[in-house]
C-alpha cells in the first residue's frame, strides 16, 4: 500500500468541504479541482474572467509547491469553464503560467459551477 499524503497549504484558503487540496500517492500528486478562491477566503465570483484565472492558476501552483511539486511538473491539467468565449483569454495566461511545460490538457464547456465561479483547474503532476 502506497503512502498518502493529503496537503493544505498554508498559502491557500482552507478546503471548503471534505477534501484536501491535494493527495500525493505513488510519486503523484493531484490536486483537487481549484476555484477563485483568494487566500484569505475571499470568493472572486463577481471578479472578470481573468482574475479569477489568474487566481486558480495561483492556487494550483500554491497546492502543487505544499506537496512538493511544481508546475513543470505537471503531467495533467483540467479546465472547467462556463464560457468557451473565455478559451482564448484563458489560453494566453495559462501558456505564460505553464512557460516550457506541455501537460495534456483538456477544457471542458460546463453550465454553471460552484459559488458562481466561471473556471475551475484540477490537475496531475509527478513529484
Known amino acids: 500500500m502506497a503512502d498518502v499524503v493529503q496537503t493544505n497549504p498554508s498559502t491557500m484558503a482552507p478546503p471548503g468541504g471534505h477534501y484536501s487540496h491535494a493527495v500525493s500517492a505513488n510519486g503523484f500528486v493531484f490536486v483537487s479541482g481549484e476555484l477563485p478562491i483568494a487566500p ?17 492558476l495561483d492556487n494550483v501552483a500554491f497546492a502543487l509547491q505544499g506537496a512538493g511539486s511544481s508546475v513543470e511538473k505537471l503531467v495533467q491539467v483540467r479546465v472547467y469553464v462556463t464560457d468557451i468565449g473565455d478559451w482564448p483569454a484563458f489560453n494566453a495566461l495559462y501558456a505564460r503560467w505553464t512557460g516550457g511545460a506541455r501537460p495534456a490538457r483538456c477544457v471542458v464547456p460546463v453550465p454553471q459551477l460552484h459559488y458562481g ?9 509527478v513529484k
Open 40 to 56: 484569505d477566503g475571499t470568493k472572486l465570483a463577481d471578479a472578470p474572467f481573468e482574475k479569477q484565472a489568474q487566481q486558480v
Open 117 to 125: 465561479f466561471k473556471i475551475e483547474v484540477e490537475a496531475v503532476a
